[in-house]
């Protein structure tokens, strides 16, 4: 009312200082989470579940992204398609279940009904001239990406996912995430702002003190590290995962599995990075043991040891590809300060569980992992928020994708507000 | 921020497209909810209860309507007062229970008394020139209708309720609702907004599917239907409807007992709409056996076989009047996307529990009735919230009562809008 | 949206009725909130709580004052230290808990570290040129009182506040707050605007039907009383409190113990006021007995019927010390309709519980009296949130001290609203 001016969205991206977290805006205004949803998850490719999810006609899944809920289903040929989950007739949520199946949509209020590629076919006591075709459910742009889905709400999606598309399915084929089924989901809410999440995700500089589990497979050193000021040990260390990460490099060039680093983050709107990455011990798979946690390998692989592929989408997803499982994460934002993950471990579309995996031992480590962030998220959360806060320096050694998430995160609403003057 | 140039209420208003569901922020907005409260229950008259819950001198309730708390209270003169809930001295709230019965009012804080005519009559430690008549409690205006008690908030009430009042005395006199007493109660909330409440009550489109235990002794036709398009079994129940309603009405000639359609549902302050209509099988009440629920018939009925007496009225209520009990309801917003929903049960004030009636038996339809309008009502909130939601149009046939709510509700808008500008 | 012109804070300020509770805005509105946090509690200083909370080095405790999170210490050198509670890395908060010890100050996300007295001492992977010294924590103004600690988050803290210490001091001594522990805290939620706590807290008025338990040993005459009108049993009842009172003003000048009332309230941005006060019955302490309830006294006092020392401070305060034990009070906002109080109980430090005292007995006046308070806050917020609720008349006899808060709450307001159009 007196004290707080209002800095204009356009003057605080103008403003924004690189290799620095945001302002405390972006991170706990109202009005800039509205715009987040209006100009970031309202018009970029959105991760929002592995096909898996939705392996058989008429399965689907829903989602919130702000308030826009959708429908994602496999249809009558087996196509993937997105609708918004709201009834033509007197806008009644369709389907308020996460999931389910069904042979059409029918309204619970009047009964409404529309086939699953969203045509309307039944909807009584309508008058003579009423026209069927004009009131189908409206539909939202869905790319199948080799088995991961993402959906855009905007009328005219960026058009540089194909080039994301092209880049990535050398990558992902392998895994044969299309022969999948979804082993085990969780839905965490985490207390804060989805950037915070993200930013936390981008790093490995918190790994060692917070992610006991994670930290057993994964190397820390793999995301980057300080070259100078590394005690005697810590320059130990980091030899030592030279030397085993070549031997990787060795391995994935034999199968003829690309692993060469990707780094499509900032410059573009469908931004991306991918790296295969080499796992501790026994090399396997990001569990306790680092060996497999499902005896029936992804696709048609035979090779156990292949270290693990990331991948990381802008704005709201990354992923873990193992030889013997994969873990999807997708970021939804629910409020200001707070932020919607859904996890999903996938394993091969014959593995059978009690058999080939025990679901405990495939979740444990991302379970533990999952929660360690989420209380880091909140701590972050409670302390943008105090008027004390300004921004600080991210390192620039380990912070070099968080670096990126802010800046493709500043570009973009940059373009945004640019075309919403022009 | 950016994506929602705020669109000002009157051109909001003067674009309402006829015919069809309102425009989304008429539901979600909080602006518009304050709007409502202030245009609309704060100027309109409102049903708060039957007369029958403070049948006793010194017998009150309270109700808040939105931050507005009013008591409602029988005098010691028999007469029946409303006043503000607020002590007018350190501005405490005075009754903070649903209801009760009291001598005097006297405020917990510092005990400054009120008469229950409102004066101001103990207030200790004041000055010496300190004026107690000019501290009396803040009158709010009331009339009770045949038993049902309207109050408004504004400073000059509607002129035109007194039209309502004479064409609705004689359809209201048989059933004696001032010789009744409250035999069951129920505060339901609803997580939508009011006039998403309003809108299903005003329609029986969605009776068929949604109201099983409703639709036992209600006809979804009495409330229209689409003259084409019905199968031939359809056909067949609307001609039985209509030789069932003629039978009714010879009945109704016979005991003097009006019944004819009044519609003041629009183009008018106090917006009313009243029709007596048959009641399936037994003919008698809207119960499971659609027999009365109570032995004792309410006022001096003699005919159990009466159907049942609706009567809406404009902004939030309705009513239906039986020949052995009547189900009175008051709808009150509590939010944006949450709204109250009182409901009373009334049966002659000399009928007996256990003896006359069971409270299982007497309630049991509208229980379920609003529980299932509640899940409508939820739904369909979420639906509209969705930036995907557009207008939907209404059935002429089955809907025209929904589309005179939207149209009384924009009219009154308009009218208050136009008011404040001049 | 239509009804409500936005009345401007310089208007409501400057209209400010005197002899009367404030207009409604003043505590509901969220804005006026926010105004308050930046402008009172981001300006003046703040009683936080006793030094007695942190009596050994690395003893810490935490209070959020709005979105304002500080850390009080007990640094090395058993100096009192305050600091905005933000890492100034990535903003993480640093100490999540309400209180306990430490050695040094570890952020949990990526262990920069920090000592008592502030300084980085540790951040590991920042760049070669990465300054420590710009990255200390920030420090927040802190003043100890005699054992009361005082905080301020302005840049520039009110200067008056040497006056309100050289004026107190003589008062606090004898009661050797710094050589006490606390012996039980409570922090309890009121459900109303901090000014409504403050408010309450300042007049006995409502003392007499409201808290059974402490009027006990207090006199509600102690804080006025209307000189007409009062009843020959209030009569009688004014004068035996004028014959004990004078009582122990002889005492008190026998012990050399400061009793005279200082009222600064108004005038002044440290306000404050002090009386030292008769104790009914035994006269000792204020408790259901009236009897000290711990043997060993407070400082070097010797004599138990000393009355008890009342201190206020505006904006956020009051405290009552007796022989035997002090009970200090901390009010802070957390929403524009609640409200923390904190409430600790100090004996001396060489106090055994058990022996020298039992927290039951120490605690229960005071326990329930407070409850009772957020009672009728809880009441009072509700009223005035009522549109029907205008500005109600303050007794000039029992309520002057409300009326002078109210006052320098609107002085404040005045002085900084100039300050910034300056």
Redesign the interface.
């Given at each position: 009312?007196?004290?707080?001016p209002a800095i204009s969205?356009p003057s605080l991206v103008a403003r924004r200082r690189p290799g620095h977290?945001l302002e405390a805006p972006f991170y706990t205004s109202p009005?800039?989470y509205?715009?987040d949803l209006?100009?970031i998850f309202?018009r970029e490719w959105l991760f929002v579940g592995p096909s898996a999810e939705v392996r058989e006609p008429g399965d689907y899944f829903t989602v919130d992204i702000g308030?826009?809920?959708i429908i994602v289903l496999r249809d009558d040929d087996m196509g993937l398609r997105a609708f918004?989950?709201?009834?033509?007739?007197?806008?009644?949520?369709?389907l308020?279940a996460p999931s389910g199946m069904l042979a059409k949509l029918v309204c619970?209020?009047?009964?409404w009904t529309y086939e699953l590629d969203g045509a309307l076919i039944h909807a009584?006591?309508?008058?003579?001239d009423?026209d069927f075709s004009c009131?189908g459910l409206?539909p939202v742009h869905l790319r199948d990406l080799a088995g991961l889905i993402f959906v855009c709400l905007a009328d005219e999606p960026p058009a540089d996912f194909d080039a994301l598309d092209r880049a990535m399915r050398p990558y992902l084929a392998p895994h044969g995430l299309e022969r999948t089924r979804v082993a085990h989901a969780t839905d965490l809410v985490e207390e804060g702002n989805w950037k915070l999440t993200m930013?936390n995700n981008r790093e490995c500089?918190?790994c060692a003190?917070?992610h006991p589990e994670l930290t057993i497979s994964l190397f820390e050193y793999g995301f980057g590290?300080?070259p100078?000021?590394a005690n005697a040990d810590r320059a130990a260390a980091i030899d030592a995962y030279a030397r085993i990460a070549s031997g990787f490099e060795e391995t994935w060039e034999r199968a003829g599995t690309p692993w060469r680093e990707v780094d499509c983050l900032t410059g573009c709107a469908a931004g991306f990075r991918t790296q295969r990455l080499p796992i501790d011990r026994a090399g396997e798979s990001q569990t306790l043991s680092t060996e497999v946690a499902c005896r029936r390998l992804l696709g048609d692989l035979t090779e156990k040891r292949l270290g693990g592929l990331s991948f990381w989408t802008q704005p709201n997803a990354w992923h873990h590809l193992m030889s013997d499982h994969a873990v999807t994460f997708s970021v939804i934002p629910l409020g200001p300060d707070r932020t919607l993950l859904r996890t999903r471990w996938l394993v091969h579309e014959d593995a059978v569980e009690g058999v080939d995996y025990d679901v405990e031992r495939l979740t444990e480590v991302w379970r533990e992992t999952n929660a360690q962030d989420a209380h880091?998220v909140a701590?972050?959360q409670?302390?943008?928020?105090?008027?004390?806060?300004?921004?600080?320096?991210y390192?620039?050694?380990?912070?070099g994708l968080v670096e990126k998430f802010a800046q493709w995160y500043v570009e973009r609403l940059a373009a945004?507000?640019d075309g919403?003057a022009a």
């Open positions: 009312m007196v004290m707080t969205l977290t009005e800039i509205e715009t209006a100009l309202g308030p826009t809920s918004h989950n709201v009834c033509r007739h007197r806008g009644a949520r369709l308020d619970p209020y009047h009964q009584e006591h309508m008058a003579a009423f009131h409206k930013e500089y918190h003190t917070n590290f300080a100078n000021g880091l701590l972050t409670k302390g943008v928020t105090s008027p004390a806060y300004v921004p600080g320096p390192s620039p050694h380990t912070e945004h507000l919403a």
